[in-house]
């Protein structure tokens, strides 16, 4: 009963850095999404990915990178982490057709100093 | 495009209180509806949804019925629990020639219910 399991849960990053965010549903969803929350922006869109070894922008994809190698993981790459990506990530999955909502995972609060 | 506005909070209740928060929407093709709700320090969880107009979603004493005329979503709950403080999301999923099936999301509205 894990649904979306997403890791680490925080991280403090210096100005550079770089790191991975790794997500794993274990539905069997097609579907997968990187979303940032930042407060009074509601959720944004980073990157998706509609099966495995395909991924698409999202709308603020700028300084991020993912992979979907396996179609249970998706990974988020920050290669030099900036303070702007100070933020709330969230990775959620769902199934095809319009009828399903998403599947969200509890979050990774990123620190970038 | 697709997009979703909901009443911008926060909103502050009474225990016991009703509570409604507007949601409205603009979409090509024909959307299914949903609220997602946001506990403190989580992730977003479905709360309720509805797939085809006039249909009411319902869960946890919360309704949303969705009105194709007036294209909206709208949220109630009779009476709401000091548990049910949380952010509030009203949002949009639709099909028109390969949208990816991309929830689109309202801004979030936070509600607090004081005892």
């Known amino acids: 009963n894990a649904g979306v399991t997403q890791t680490p849960k925080f991280r403090v990053l210096k100005t550079g850095q770089s790191m991975t965010l790794l997500c794993a549903q274990d539905m069997n969803h097609e579907y997968m999404y990187w979303y940032r929350q930042d407060p009074g922006m509601g959720l944004r869109l980073i990157h998706y990915?509609?099966?495995?070894?395909?991924?698409a922008k999202g709308e603020v994809p700028d300084g991020y990178n993912v992979s979907r190698l396996k179609k249970q993981n998706f990974l988020l790459g920050l290669e030099s982490a900036a303070p702007s990506q100070t933020s709330v990530y969230f990775c959620a999955s769902s199934s095809l057709g319009t009828a399903y909502g998403y599947t969200f995972g509890s979050g990774t609060r990123l620190t970038v100093v | 495009g697709n997009s979703v506005t909901q009443m911008e909070g926060p909103v502050t209740l009474s225990e016991e209180a009703f509570l409604t928060i507007n949601c409205t929407y603009t979409a090509t093709g024909y959307p299914s509806l949903f609220w997602y709700v946001q506990y403190p320090g989580e992730g977003l969880q479905l709360l309720l949804k509805?797939?085809?107009?006039?249909d009411k979603g319902s869960n946890k004493g919360f309704e949303a019925t969705y009105r194709k005329e007036t294209t909206s979503f709208h949220l109630e709950k009779g009476s709401v629990q000091v548990s049910d403080s949380a952010v509030y999301f009203c949002a949009l999923i639709t099909n028109s020639g390969g949208s990816n099936y991309k929830l689109t999301f309202g801004k979030g509205t936070l509600l607090t219910v004081n005892p």
């Open positions: 990915s509609v099966g495995e070894g395909t991924t």
């Open positions: 509805a797939t085809k107009a006039d």
